[in-house]
Nanobody, 117 residues
Framework: QVQLVESGGGLVQAGGSLRLSCAAS????????MGWFRQAPGKERELVSL???????GYADSVKGRFTISRDNAKNTVYLEMNSLKPEDTAVYYC???????????WGQGTQVTVSS
């Protein structure tokens, strides 16, 4: 069982930056792929970025060049650095973990990101 706790959300003006963190419980963090998802009101949850056990990264087209995902296995934490934020980035952001990047087994409770224009 893995528990995920996100932090770092908040209100920011367009063009600003935020850094989300997701702390995981357990001793097997390094064995999981980690992902960041988001869900805006009235929209489906979408994958924003992922990082595999070996450190390979992937990004949604909408965030490429602006967001950076990283992980610190010693701290059991995955990060999402978000720069040049846009109002359309406003959503609840969720952290997820899974044995592979196509299977997300564990989810955090989410953290709200609001970007004002």
């Amino acid at each position: 069982q893995v528990q995920l706790v996100e932090s770092g959300g908040g209100l920011v003006q367009a063009g600003g930056s935020l850094r989300l963190s997701c702390a995981a419980s357990g001793r097997t963090f390094s064995s999981y792929s980690m992902g960041w998802f988001r869900q805006a009101p009235g929209k489906e949850r979408e994958l924003v970025s992922l990082i595999t056990q070996s450190g390979n990264r992937g990004y949604a087209d909408s965030v490429k060049g602006r967001f950076t995902i990283s992980r610190d296995n010693a701290k059991n934490t995955v990060y999402l650095e978000m720069n040049s934020l846009k109002p359309e980035d406003t959503a609840v952001y969720y952290c997820a973990a899974g044995p592979k990047s196509s299977t997300w087994t564990y989810w955090g409770q989410g953290t709200q990101v609001t970007v004002s224009s």
